[in-house]
Each structure stands twice: as structure tokens, then as C-alpha cells.
DNA sequence: ATGGCACGGCAACCGTGA
């Protein structure tokens, strides 16, 4: 089974190259990201010509996520279990032949001050608590998406971020520990332990050319899909197109 | 050098992103 997690700043901005993609890599799920727009809005005519089918939770103008599919899903949720009524779109959770897949876009906190940055370290809590209760209920699973976590000093290059981004910060990244030490697995480094590896690179200051980036996008897996890790590749290509996101895939291949 | 660029909303810039 292959599985493609995108955060691709505007969905509609991005059809286009998103359904190139599709036709490229051929993924069983592709998970999107900050698709800012709301159902009715979500093109969902390209991705059909594609052969793929939509599951949206969407929002005006900001965040949002999606599941596109060749096979019909279940939908298990709509919003991360324990997140206040009307909250940001930041989560959706299908399953496909026996597999949980979550699709998570976790804030940012750099925005709204210490309230901003704690409402970030609740949101990983809650998801915490969700991943705790599927190893509970023994079932194997994926949380991938948009983390906005930068887990160790060499997840981003020199000068790329401040040592006070809610991206690096202490507490951020021992609230990415924690979902580790639940027994989750960092598929990309699990398969590519050493690599310079980054996932999206800024609009700004020639970023990308100048190869200043950060590995914040992720997909963690239970431990039995960790013994069937068969490649995970971050689609680099993809942040050199003409008007690209500013992340690329990650995509996870999964045997048995 | 703490700003640069891009997005949506909505019709001039502004909030947000990372």
C-alpha cells in the first residue's frame, strides 16, 4: 500500500500539480494539508478524472484536510477525538483494509503568543491521547501530515528557523518524544536514519535554492506497519515546479 | 539584517504561515 502526505497550501492553487502527481506515483491515499477551501469549493472533478475520490474536511480561507482515494474508505472521524466543537480543520481519520490512516495539520504556535503556543502543545496532547487509545485497542495505524515539528537539530538547516520557533522549541519536540516513546515510529527515520532530509522549504529569501529547509512534515506508524516499511521518499522534485507549495510528499510504502 | 514570498478574501491591503 502506498500513502502520500502533502501539505499543499491551497488545494485549488494546486490541482493541477496535485493531479500530476496522482498520475505519477499512483498512491493508494494521497493525505493533503491546508487545502483552504470548503467542500463545495474542493476541485474535486480533477482528482475524479484521476480516479480518486474525496473525503474533505474543509474550512474558508484557512487549514483544512483532505483524503484522496482509489478505493472507497471509511471515515472514522472528522476532528482530532477530545478538539472543542467548531475547531480549526485540522483533522481527518479513514481506514482502508484494516489500516488507520489520520490526517493531521497540527498548528503551528508561532501566532497568538503563549496562548498560541499552548494551544499547540494541547493539540499534540490530544493526539497523544488518540494514538494511546488505538495501541490500546491493538489496531495498526498511521498519523502522518503536517506536524510543524522540527524533532532534533538536524530536521533544519542552520539559519532557517530561530531557536525560539514553536517549530524547534523544547516543549515541542518532547511532545514529539512522547508520541515516540508510545511505541510510534518515524517512518522516514526508520528508513533513512543519517540523511539530510527536509520537507518544505520557505517562499522567502531563496530558501530553496539555497537549500534552507526543514523536516516538519511526518508519518508515524504503529509497530507492526513499522516492520512493513518498505520505502519512504520525500518527492523533493515537487518544490521545484513552476508555482509550487512550499512542502513536498513524503511517501510511505507499506508490504503485506 | 527578524524581512524577504504566497495564499484567500475581497476589492486595498491584511492575517496567516513556518
Given amino acids: 500500500m502506498k500513502i502520500a502526505t502533502w501539505n499543499v497550501n491551497s488545494v485549488r492553487t494546486r490541482a493541477a500539480l496535485v493531479a500530476d502527481f496522482l498520475a505519477r506515483e499512483q498512491p493508494d491515499l494521497?493525505?493533503?494539508?491546508?487545502?483552504?477551501c470548503e467542500a463545495h469549493q474542493f476541485p474535486g472533478d480533477v482528482f475524479e478524472a484521476a480516479g480518486y475520490r474525496a473525503a474533505i474536511v474543509g474550512q474558508k480561507s484557512y487549514n483544512g484536510v483532505a483524503v484522496l482515494s482509489r478505493e472507497a474508505v471509511d471515515i472514522r472521524e472528522r476532528a482530532l477525538p477530545g478538539e472543542?466543537?467548531?475547531?480549526?480543520?485540522?483533522?481527518i481519520e479513514v481506514e482502508l483494509r484494516d489500516l488507520i490512516v489520520g490526517n493531521l495539520y497540527l498548528p503551528n504556535g508561532n501566532s497568538g503568543g503563549d496562548e498560541g503556543f499552548r494551544a499547540k502543545l494541547d493539540w499534540m496532547g490530544k493526539l497523544h491521547d488518540h494514538a494511546a487509545g488505538l495501541l490500546d485497542a491493538d489496531r495498526d495505524f498511521m498519523l502522518a501530515g503536517d506536524y510543524n515539528v522540527c524533532p532534533t537539530d538536524a530536521d533544519y538547516a542552520k539559519g532557517a528557523l530561530a531557536a525560539t520557533d514553536a517549530l524547534v522549541r523544547p516543549e515541542s519536540?518532547?511532545?514529539?518524544?512522547?508520541?515516540?516513546?508510545?511505541?510510534?515510529?518515524d517512518a522516514l527515520r526508520a528508513l533513512q536514519p543519517t540523511e539530510t532530509l527536509y520537507t518544505f522549504w520557505d517562499y522567502q529569501a531563496g530558501a530553496w535554492q539555497r537549500d534552507r529547509g526543514l523536516r516538519i512534515d511526518h508519518a508515524l506508524v504503529?509497530?507492526?506497519?513499522?516492520?512493513?516499511?518498505?520505502?519512504?521518499v520525500v518527492a523533493k522534485g515537487e518544490r521545484d515546479k513552476v508555482q509550487p507549495s512550499d512542502h513536498v510528499p513524503v511517501v510511505v510504502v507499506i508490504g503485506g
Fill in 30 to 36: 494521497l493525505l493533503m494539508q491546508e487545502i483552504k
Fill in 222 to 232: 504503529s509497530p507492526r506497519v513499522s516492520e512493513r516499511l518498505e520505502s519512504v
Fill in 173 to 185: 519536540r518532547a511532545a514529539f518524544r512522547a508520541l515516540i516513546w508510545l511505541g510510534l515510529t
Fill in 84 to 91: 472543542a466543537e467548531g475547531s480549526a480543520s485540522r483533522y
